[in-house]
């Protein structure tokens, strides 16, 4: 099977350095004089954010569109130099390595793909992963997992889209996969429960076992 994994709040806890870098990116603009009248993003605006890009983020907080391609270069750049304080989340390395023995691991993420790929190796994770689809590359999450089904040459009765917001569930739909919500990331639980997620997993053992099941 193929297991498309999204990376922030599924597979690390990393919401606290994506709140300093989006708020440090905002920083830098503003001291350029792009950002008159517009507010720093919090973590509320990404805990509330159902579709959680950055774009998202810079229009909730009624940045200008002109400016969210430069915001998204500021932040990406911020993410590359230095991928944070971002720890797997307890049960991650494990319940990964030992599903990536039997299926085929990618993740589809919003954020940097260098980033993410020096944290999975921090987490001894990299060689469990085969691709990372990451925040610059073009396309929605949804083409995303389609691609790397068309990549892996898998089907969609063979694919899961693992995530932990509605978006993530609302994606791996749209992509026509089966869908795995987590409770340990962003979203609530009676939340992810209104988007009738095929599964849903409230520690990272319940994958093991879900995905035995298949």
Known sequence: ??????????????????????????????????LVGT?????EDFLATEDLTLENIAKRIGMPSSTIPSYSDKFFELQ???????RAFPGIPRVVKELAQQHVIVVVTSSSRSAVRRILAQSSLADCVSLIYGGTQPGSKAEKISLAREECGTAPDDTYMIGDTVSDIRHGKAAGVKTIAVTWGFHAR???????????ADLPEDLLAILAGH
């Open 1 to 34: 099977m193929l297991l498309s994994f999204d990376y922030d709040g599924v597979l690390v806890d990393s919401l606290d350095d994506l709140v300093a870098k989006a708020r440090a990116a905002h920083r830098l603009l503003a001291a350029e004089g792009e």
């Open 39 to 43: 507010r720093e993003p919090s973590r």
């Open 80 to 86: 590359q130099a230095d991928p944070g304080d971002v």
């Open 190 to 200: 009676d939340l992810l429960l209104r988007e009738s997620p095929d599964h849903v």
